[in-house]
Structure formats: structure tokens, C-alpha cells
């Protein structure tokens, strides 16, 4: 049906005309409807039957505009349809790691699909002090199949076409989820605004001009970060989430999500990684802080955020590097039939994860920045309501960032990264 | 008009049938028909007016097969509409250099076009002794504005959207030029079957099992050569015309113009560069045959083959260092709006130009090989008819081409390139 902005009043009647949630709801007579959006671009809808709890779903819309400026900053809500393909696409390669999709409208920019009611998403919990122990590996699960499977190194097929190779399959992906509105949106609010003095810039109160200049006057780091943006805009590698944070993980001690991939697109193999990461040694820095207010020893929970980001990357370079030797079994690619082909396929596997490596540390301390002086900040730092410890945390986010994106081409391994943090922001 | 394969009888009636011929036949009572393809895809009609030989037209259309295998090899036709849209955007960016585009049929596949009949193909012509003075200054324009203009460094521009950076027109140029049948032809024939015992490679004459081995059994070798198929695949960065050779450029001693780009596709800056240094590479080489034939010293010709590499690399690197430059000048990029900010400018670019020679060194080094152990061969060459001098022409094609593209990664300069191949050739 054609585009109507629903509000908690008129979301049930939608609901009713739709045969698939009468498979959801056993009745609509006394169903809860409460919007829950946070972020910047949708309304969200938690709809459940108060006679029955588990009957519930979550109602996601698009508006046409970004949330956070207001009516004036036009978005296309086309963009639902990215959302909805790659929550499918996600839902088949990676299942119980991604919502399932009940119903999706293109018209009207929306979808209905599970609501994780017993899940919260990781970054507010994290602040509380929650630790996720099954949440690096269920992370690195859904980052290595999603970027081998959606690789051309995973879909190259054999075809009665192409016998060998073939590659149209992936191509039509690219092709799909070409995502002009909201890669634009990445191009310029992470990889181009805080990077120089863009009114869209939020500068935190304890930044000093010494500071931004630390980072905008610096010909070496910004030359850096332009290649980096280059490769996110041209480096059509993968399927990619395109806004993993912390802010999109909803767990438990048991499960994680990945949600809201309304950004997704094919981009570099290293992009979602080095964001996640990145949001994770912010937390890391802000929990400096958060700790502390809750009486605990700071070093107990900054060590297992830093275990955490070794066990997503580590995690994730192990599963990539088993899909893809399974993947190889069953689907030899001819090129490493010969005498001293398993040394060569070792060896292209190694240089790729490598490659993969020093994008997702150039993309971690991108994030970093733009977290601090671009306009969209996280709750792990800004919340942080005493001056001088925000001033602290903002400043030890610019310093890591900076490093990592400097260093990032010659990085051999995630403890680089970590060791990085700790010198800047010691436990 | 639906598909209907033409035919020199009925040609004519076609042509009559269109309005745009009216303006450049004065009658068609007298025309003269002659079909001309000796490519792979097409058939090629050139149609004159008797009583005026200056009224003449170019018509090519695909054919549903690969005409060198047969009906047996089927091929989308709709592959013309990517020649037709690639020869109109070269014209756009590039007038003088491509053939005007006259007339264009979907359906039928076809397009009509400026006749080059002052111009001959540039492959045959040298193989006869004949040297361009001017074409590597022709073509390094070409290349240099076509490169810089479809990239995100050219195209990124300033919208009411995005005042300061959007990219979805290039986007959208990306996704119109997603030409799956032509790539997975390019990523099987240059950059797969040659590097193993494939069904469809035609080994030549004189090349011993040790010569095959030396390629097909480098693990090293072909671990690059996998990589740069994934850039191939992946890197979608400017808009090629994906089949650049010598057989691909139409010229006299004052004009060049660059034809046939049915392969055109958004992918890595260095590949086109690459596939014309490789064969002119190749050239040199035929030229120690050819010119003795012809009672030269082949010193002499070789020689201009080597500058003509040379001044193409260079014209092409100083070309768009200059095209961006330019651009900056008229659409700043406020990156680079600081003091110092000239400095990085001009870093970015040099990392830029040398990362793409360095694609431009594997990519040259692959199209070696695969003219020499895959299916299609150049004539400087396999038209050799002398045994021991085809022998050694095939292995100095192999070893130049391999050590290409070991050393690709570590070249400074297009000088390297030239220095391996008199190495492994000597003038």
C-alpha cells in the first residue's frame, strides 16, 4: 500500500490486515503498541499481546527524513528495502544471529520481524557494566560468514556457463545494494566532516582547539583516512552491515542479533569489523569511568572489553580462514591443483586476512574520531556527566584513533591494537 | 526492432529505414556494403556511398555466441548496449579520441558509427613497421581523462544534498556498468585458464612442459595473479574499456581513436593501462621477427615501442596528476583546506599514481601469459612463421610477463617495466 507514516494509534489496524501476523497473534483485541525508536533514521514499534506476552513483534518504518536533524535533512525511505534484503540475506547465511523477517512493505517502508524481548542491546548494558561472554563469538560467526559467503572467494560458482568461475551471481548482489543515500551519509559524516571544521561537527566541551587540530591539521592522518574513504566507496568487496556498533548487537547472556542493517552494502571485507572494534575501545576508554561510578575496579571490565576485541578479530580471522579451506574443498578452484598448491592457497589466505586486518584498524580508529568530534556521539563517552573525565575520555579516543589509522597498514596483529589502547589509556 | 541477425544483402534496408542515416547518406541507391569483423563477438558491416566514398558509416552487431568457439558459446546480446553507453560516455569525456555514435538499437543490438576509414588498426599496422608518433600522447589522454573523470576523485561532486562530497552519480554509473557476461569472459580467459591446464588453452608450438610449469606451478605467480582477479572483481573504481590492446586503437600519424569497448565495466584504474603496456610489450618482442623481415635492424623500431610504453605511463601519470589538480582548483575538496594541506594533497596524489602502476605492472604481466597460454593470441606473435623465432618469441612473453608480476608491488618506475624487458630480451 502507498507510503502513510503509522503512529502507535493506527499500527494494530495495520497489524490486523496482514495475514501473516495472524500466524504471529492468536487475538489483536488487546495488543500493547509502544514506540521505542532511538536512532536517527526510523519509528519503531514494539507490538505485543498483552493476554500473551511471547505473541510479539517489533514494527520498524522508515521516515523520510534523518530523525536526528528533523524534516529538513530529506532521506530517500527507499532505503527499507536495503534493510529488509540484507536482513534476508543475513537471516540465510548467519540464521538465530539476525531477526527473522515476518512481513516487509516496500511501499510503505517497513517491516514487521522478531522483537528480541529478551535481549537488550549491548552498548546501553555494557555501560551498566553487563558483561556478554558469548557475544564475541556469535559476532565473529556472523562477520566471517558473512564476509567469506558474500565474497566473491565464497560465491565464485561453477556454472554450466563457466564451468570454472563464475562470478555474475555476486555481481547482481553489488548490483542490488548499490546504496547511494546512506553511503553518502558514511562518506561524509564518518570518513569526511569531523576531519575538517563541517558545521555538522559537534565538538565535546573539554576538546581544546589544540586538539581538533591534532586531527584536522594533519596532513599524514587525513591523507590516510581519504584512502580509507576511497576503499569504502570503491572496494565492492562484501555484504556488509555497513553500521555494526554496539548500539546494533541486541544480547543476552546466551544469544546476540545483529540489527538495523539499513546501511548495508558491498564494501571492504574490513569495514564492519574495524567499526565494531572501534566502538568497543570506545567503551573500553568509557568504562574508565562507568566502572568506577559503580564501585568496581576499573581494570576487571576494561580487561574483558579488551578480550573481547581480540576474540572478535581473532574469532573472525579463524572461521574466515576455515569457510573458506571447506569451501575450497568442495568447490576446488583449479588454480591450486598443483604440486605446491596447498603452500599458495595457504599463503593467498594469509595475505587476505592480513589485508583485511589493516582496513578493519584504519576503519577502528576512523570511528573513533567521528565519534568524538563528528556529530553522532556514543552514550559509552558523552554520557559521562563529569567534565574533566569526559574531557579525558574524548581526548584518549582522538590519540588511539589517530594511532590506529597511521599505524593500521603495518599492524601484524590485534594485539598491536590493544597495546595501542593500553598505552594511551592504561588499564 | 526485435533481434534479426543482419546480413551485407540486407543491410541497406536497414540503413534506409532510419532517420540519422538520412543525414549522412546523400542517397542510398548505390551503397556499399562489406562485412570487416575479425573480432570475437560481433559482425561489422562498413557501408559507403559509391558516388561519395566520404558517406560512410560503421555498423556492428553483437551476435548471440562467441563467434571464435561457435553457437556452442552463447553470449547475451544485450553486451551492445554496454558498448554503445561506454562509447557515448568516452565521446562525452574524450571527443576526438572515439568514434562518434550515429544510431543505436537496443533490440537489435547493433550500433551505428563514425567510420575510421583514414585510420587502420594500430596491432596490424605495427607488425608492418609502421610507427604512431602521436598515438601514446592520443591514448595517455584518453586513459588519464577517462580515469580521472568516471573516478570517485573526479565525480564526487557538491550537491544541494551534500554540499560538501556526493557520490551517488558515479554510484549510479557503477551499477548501469555491472557487465557480468564481459568480466566473468575477462576473469576466466586473461585471469584463470591460462594459469592452469584448462580445456581452452592453445599452447604454442614451441613451449615445453617446463615453460607451462614455470607458470602454472609458481605458487607465488599465482597467488598475485588471484589477487589481481579480485581487484579485477571487486575494485570498482573507474569506468574501463575492459579490452584496451593495440587490435582495440584505430589510427594514422595524426589522429588515434580508441574502439570496441563492449567490455567496459566500473573496475581498478590500472587495468586498461595495463592491458595496452602488456601488448604493446608484446610488440616489442614480435619486433625482433618482424623487423628483420622487413631488412631493418630491429633495434630502431624496438626501440620507439619502448618509448612509446614509457611516454604512455608518463603521459598518462603527469596527465591526471594535472586533470586533479585542476579539479581541485574548481571543486575544492575541503580536506585538504589547512595549512599543509597542499602537502597531503600532493602525497595523496603520488600514492595514488604509484598504487595504480603498480596494478598497472601486474595487470600488463598477466594479459603477457595469457596471450601467450590461453585461447587468444596477438599476431605480433602467432603470426610468426618461423618455429625457433615463434619459440623464443612465446618464451621471452612468458618470463617478462611472470616477472612482471612478482615484481609488480615494489615498482618505482614505468623505467622497471622497460629494464625487465630488455633483460629478458635484449634490444
Known sequence: MAYKQLTEEIVVD???????????????????????GDGNLNYVYIISNNKDPEETV????????????????????ERMNFEVAALKKEYEICPGLVPEVYHADSEMSLVIMQNLNKHTIVRGEMNKGIRFPKMPDHVSTFLARMVFFT???????KTEKWPDHDTAAKKEMVKQFINEDLCNLTENFIFSYPFYPSETNSYPPGISEADKKSIQEDGELKQKVALLRYKFMNNAEVLLHGDLHTGSIMANQDESYVIDPEFAFY???????????????????????WQKKLGNDPADYRRWVLSAVKEIWEGFAEKYD??????????????????GGDDAFTELRRTEISRIFHDTAGFAGTVMIRRTLGLAKVSDIASIDDPDSRAEADKMALAIGKKLILQAETMKSVQEMITIAQEVSPL
Do not use: C, T
Open 14 to 36: 495495520y497489524l490486523k490486515s496482514l495475514d501473516s501476523m495472524k500466524k504471529i497473534f492468536s487475538s489483536f483485541d488487546d495488543l500493547n503498541v509502544k514506540e521505542v
Open 267 to 289: 564494501g571492504p571485507a574490513g569495514f564492519d569489523i574495524g567499526l565494531l572494534l572501534g566502538n568497543m575501545l570506545l567503551a573500553y576508554i568509557g568504562q574508565m569511568y
Open 58 to 77: 517489533v514494527l520498524k518504518q522508515a521516515v523520510p527524513f534523518l530523525r536526528v536533524v528533523g524534516e529538513s535533512w530529506p532521506l530517500d525511505i
Open 322 to 339: 576455515k569457510l573458506w579451506q571447506e569451501h575450497q574443498k568442495k568447490n576446488p578452484d583449479p588454480m591450486w591443483d598443483f604440486p
Open 151 to 157: 565474497s566473491d572467494w565464497g560465491m565464485a560458482g
